[in-house]
T-cell receptor, first 112, second 111 residues
Framework: QKEVEQDPGPLSVPEGAIVSLNCTYS??????FMWYRQYSRKGPELLMY????GNKEDGRFTAQVDKSSKYISLFIRDSQPSDSATYLC???FGGGGNKLTFGTGTQLKVEL | DAGITQSPRHKVTETGTPVTLRCHQT?????MYWYRQDPGHGLRLIHY???????DKGEVSDGYSVSRSKTEDFLLTLESATSSQTSVYFC??????????FGPGTRLTVL
């Protein structure tokens, strides 16, 4: 069983929908959580970074962490076709310079 | 884009040949990483560096070696390429916090 599980999708939604992307993890030692967005044939781009349970908002994006359930989410409000990409969750134990453990990514398509 | 370039961006090679991929950064980040990305596996760490001449193995290091003789350059070498090393290779950098920033990737095909 992988340390980080992520539904690969694909997930297809209409423009303007609220999107929910999720990851579960098994190692309770993970303390820092990230979401990356990866467009086709591009490198991953850091989207959100959180280190505590609760919500963090940045524009249309909200990252949510529930350490008690070992569950993280990324919500996208008012989704746009430009949000079509693969979304990767990542996490680390912390301490600086630490190795990241990634989910396999969820492919999202936002349709007009 | 954290000033990261990778070269070459695409390469086709034959089984048994050595291959070197280069990662170059312009922002003097201390940490550098090499990942490979494959369908169904996501990003997996090959090797990483925490300073000049300081490197360590990641999750999938067999068949790969690295070198870092300057802060800005991190080289990944496939000593004798195999078809199982056909993949997309990403370099990443980190300043010492937990975030990492990725380069554009190199698509490698081993025939």
């Amino acid at each position: 069983q992988k340390e980080v599980e992520q539904d690969p999708g694909p997930l297809s939604v209409p423009e303007g929908a609220i999107v929910s992307l999720n990851c579960t993890y098994s190692n309770s030692a993970f303390q820092y959580f990230m979401w990356y967005r990866q467009y086709s044939r591009k490198g991953p781009e850091l989207l959100m970074y959180t280190y505590s349970s609760g919500n963090k908002e940045d524009g249309r994006f909200t990252a949510q962490v529930d350490k008690s359930s070992k569950y993280i989410s990324l919500f996208i409000r008012d989704s746009q076709p430009s949000d079509s990409a693969t979304y990767l969750c990542a996490m680390t134990f912390g301490g600086g310079g630490n190795k990241l453990t990634f989910g396999t990514g969820t492919q999202l398509k936002v349709e007009l | 884009d954290a000033g990261i370039t990778q070269s070459p961006r695409h390469k086709v090679t034959e089984t048994g040949t050595p291959v070197t991929l280069r990662c170059h950064q312009t922002e003097n980040h201390r940490y550098m990483y090499w990942y490979r990305q494959d369908p169904g596996h996501g990003l997996r760490l090959i090797h990483y560096s925490y300073g000049v001449k300081d490197t360590d193995k990641g999750e999938v290091s067999d068949g790969y070696s690295v070198s870092r003789s300057k802060t800005e350059d991190f080289l990944l070498t496939l000593e004798s390429a195999t078809s199982s090393q056909t993949s997309v290779y990403f370099c990443a950098v980190g300043a010492g916090g937990n975030e990492q920033f990725f380069g554009p990737g190199t698509r490698l095909t081993v025939l």
